[in-house]
């Protein structure tokens, strides 16, 4: 057993959630997408709650241009794409990192059953919410209300 598995097990028996993560991004400068991603791991892992145990990040590609983004002048795209195994504390820290760092996936892998106090899952909902009402503030989304 590594390190990694040992330090998993230990936060596993402390209540915490084990998942796995899938963060893609894409940018017009090889450098840039790098440099992107790993800061935005980087920044993910500082998270107050969180733990980033494994981090496993692929190539970068050149990546077909779609008609819109040529039309705009860009003439190359690149990608990469990072695994990570993250640890939460609780699950509100979890959602809180769905907000705020946008995985493309995300699986939690344990533990096989998750508990939550009503103070965690009313701060959840609350999190959620106030996405939501950004969203809305920046005119990109928001709900509808039908009127009687």
Known sequence: ????????????EKGWIKTWMIFEVQAA????????LKKHIKDMASEPSIDV??????DVD????????????VK???????EVTVMAKEFEALVN???????????????EKIVL???DAQNSLVSLSDMMHKFARAGVGGMLIKGS
């Open 1 to 12: 057993m590594n390190d990694n598995d040992m330090k998993m097990d230990e936060l596993l």
């Open 29 to 36: 400068d090889k450098t840039m997408c790098v440099s992107a």
């Open 53 to 58: 145990i494994e981090e496993s990040f692929t």
């Open 62 to 73: 050149n990546i077909d241009v779609p008609e819109g983004l040529k039309q705009r002048g």
């Open 76 to 82: 190359a795209l690149y990608t990469q794409v990072c």
């Open 97 to 111: 990192v769905v907000i705020n760092y946008a995985p493309t996936a995300v699986e939690v892998m344990a533990p």
């Open 117 to 119: 106090t009503m103070r």
